[in-house]
């Protein structure tokens, strides 16, 4: 059964929603919860708020509208960053990699069972305002991160990339920037990448020759999620060298390449949901063909006519839950939910008419077997790799809340 696009959504996007609203972004998308997501609404508990809330109850408010159904927390980059270099290369394609997940054998069969991550956890006790000690003094550090970074000198150095003039617009820079790394010297491309990313001179020289080895080829075509980010963060240097990015931000604002630093998880989704200015800019040039930007506010519309929408079902029909009654988006094209369905699920109409319905009497055996495996994955090795050809099964860890506002989310005998 389709359970909807990958979508990535920033705190902009997830603000704008009221909790009813929230509950439709989470039911018909498979979101992808970036780490900065976590460090945004983390740094919020270091954050002014307005007259009559707490810093907690704005925190607690945004985690409770946060998906937790069919959300996963995608890996942090810096982790990605590292295999990529080390030739383990992650699919570019949408798929989200997620972190903390251990090989399983049963019944002759391996796969991969995932717990929930530190962050997943840390949303459930945000939600109920709680907040441990830990998580406050690293809100404090997050708020300086996000505040103060120094592009002075970054700024300078760029300034000498154009000697036959600054771009004039975002698509140029990010045209100059291509045309470097995508350039004839490879070599020298990849080297001055590395240094950019801070990557120890040790390391580099192994990166360099494993490169050689592998007969010079291309960044793109030798290290794809480095290239990416190689890609992101040059365009950003040199859009701000040219002053189509600000380098400094308003007091007590987060800076702009938190904002940037969104992209490096846009090979992870098929649809990039935000209310930000720079990236209502900048996401578009970034996208693959099967990838779609979507303003916040436009989808937020969508949702509250759905809201709308499925407010008018009985009653007798709401108490099943919404993931029972609406496991797909109505059939009208007019809605946006629809089209982006139509668009990333090209094959989900034809699915919806050919499902069969649930046998609930197999449900007994299917949560004997799903803690059976919960009981094997606790002695399983963490470390142990198991390539994607290889998975004959993937189970992850959940705990859904069953109401948010108005809405059942599932009904009360599951």
Same mark, same amino acid.
């Given at each position: 059964?389709?359970?909807?696009?990958? &979508?990535?959504?920033?705190?902009?996007?997830?603000?704008?929603?009221?909790?009813?609203?929230?509950?439709?972004?989470?039911?018909?998308?498979?979101?992808? =919860?970036?780490?900065?997501?976590?460090?945004?609404?983390?740094?919020?508990? $270091?954050?002014?708020?307005?007259?009559?809330?707490?810093?907690?109850?704005?925190?607690?408010?945004?985690?409770?509208?946060?998906?937790?159904?069919?959300?996963?927390?995608?890996?942090?980059?810096?982790?990605?960053?590292?295999?990529?270099?080390?030739?383990?290369?992650?699919?570019?394609?949408?798929?989200?990699?997620?972190?903390?997940?251990?090989?399983?054998?049963?019944?002759?069969?391996?796969?991969? !069972?995932?717990?929930?991550?530190?962050?997943?956890?840390?949303?459930?006790?945000?939600?109920?305002?709680?907040?441990?000690?830990?998580?406050?003094?690293?809100?404090?550090?997050?708020?300086?991160?996000l505040c103060g970074l120094d592009h002075e000198h970054s700024y300078s150095f760029f300034q000498n990339w154009f000697p036959l003039g600054k771009p004039k617009n975002v698509t140029q820079a990010k045209?100059?920037?291509?045309?470097?790394?995508?350039?004839?010297?490879?070599?020298?491309?990849?080297?001055?990448?590395?240094? &950019?990313?801070?990557?120890?001179?040790?390391? =580099?020289?192994? =990166?360099?020759?494993?490169?050689?080895?592998?007969?010079?080829?291309?960044?793109? $075509?030798?290290?794809?999620?480095?290239?990416?980010?190689?890609?992101?963060?040059?365009?950003?240097?040199?859009?701000?060298?040219?002053? &189509?990015?600000?380098?400094?931000?308003?007091?007590?604002?987060?800076?702009?390449?938190?904002?940037?630093?969104?992209?490096?998880?846009?090979?992870?989704?098929?649809?990039?949901?935000?209310?930000?200015?720079?990236?209502?800019?900048?996401?578009?040039?970034?996208?693959?063909?099967?990838?779609?930007?979507?303003?916040?506010?436009?989808?937020?519309?969508?949702?509250?006519?759905?809201?709308?929408?499925?407010?008018?079902?009985?009653?007798?029909?709401?108490?099943?839950?919404? !993931?029972?009654?609406?496991?797909?988006?109505?059939?009208?094209?007019?809605?946006?939910?629809?089209?982006?369905?139509?668009?990333?699920?090209?094959?989900?109409?034809?699915?919806?008419?050919?499902?069969?319905?649930?046998?609930?009497?197999?449900?007994?055996?299917?949560v004997a077997d799903l803690n059976r495996l919960k009981n094997a994955a606790e002695a399983s090795d963490p470390v142990e790799r198991l390539p994607l050809e290889?998975?004959?099964?993937?189970?992850?860890?959940?705990?859904?809340?069953?109401?948010?506002?108005?809405?059942?989310? !599932?009904?009360?005998?599951?």
């Amino acid at each position: 059964m389709p359970a909807g696009p990958i &979508l990535i959504f920033d705190k902009s996007a997830l603000q704008a929603l009221s909790l009813d609203e929230s509950n439709w972004l989470d039911n018909f998308f498979m979101t992808n =919860i970036t780490p900065l997501f976590f460090a945004e609404t983390l740094a919020d508990l $270091e954050k002014e708020v307005g007259k009559g809330r707490t810093p907690e109850e704005v925190v607690g408010h945004l985690a409770l509208k946060t998906p937790d159904m069919q959300a996963t927390a995608c890996a942090h980059h810096e982790k990605i960053l590292g295999g990529d270099l080390y030739g383990q290369h992650i699919p570019l394609d949408g798929r989200i990699p997620r972190d903390f997940g251990k090989v399983v054998e049963l019944d002759g069969k391996r796969g991969i !069972y995932f717990e929930k991550t530190p962050e997943e956890e840390a949303l459930e006790r945000w939600y109920n305002r709680e907040f441990l000690d830990v998580e406050r003094q690293i809100a404090k550090q997050w708020r300086r991160n996000l505040c103060g970074l120094d592009h002075e000198h970054s700024y300078s150095f760029f300034q000498n990339w154009f000697p036959l003039g600054k771009p004039k617009n975002v698509t140029q820079a990010k045209i100059l920037a291509d045309a470097y790394f995508d350039g004839s010297s490879q070599e020298a491309a990849l080297k001055f990448g590395l240094n &950019l990313f801070g990557i120890p001179l040790p390391r =580099i020289a192994e =990166i360099l020759a494993r490169w050689g080895n592998a007969g010079d080829p291309s960044i793109r $075509e030798f290290t794809p999620y480095f290239r990416h980010l190689y890609g992101v963060d040059l365009f950003f240097n040199l859009a701000m060298a040219a002053d &189509l990015i600000s380098r400094v931000r308003p007091a007590g604002k987060a800076d702009n390449k938190v904002d940037i630093a969104y992209l490096y998880y846009l090979p992870f989704c098929q649809v990039f949901l935000s209310n930000d200015n720079l990236h209502k800019r900048v996401v578009p040039l970034f996208l693959r063909d099967d990838q779609s930007f979507i303003v916040g506010d436009e989808l937020k519309a969508d949702l509250r006519k759905l809201d709308s929408h499925y407010a008018e079902l009985p009653d007798d029909v709401k108490v099943s839950g919404f !993931y029972n009654f609406a496991p797909d988006p109505p059939e009208d094209p007019s809605f946006l939910v629809t089209q982006l369905w139509d668009k990333h699920l090209p094959r989900w109409r034809q699915i919806k008419a050919e499902r069969v319905p649930r046998d609930k009497s197999k449900d007994a055996a299917i949560v004997a077997d799903l803690n059976r495996l919960k009981n094997a994955a606790e002695a399983s090795d963490p470390v142990e790799r198991l390539p994607l050809e290889e998975m004959q099964f993937v189970q992850i860890t959940r705990n859904p809340q069953r109401r948010k506002g108005k809405w059942l989310c !599932y009904p009360e005998d599951a």
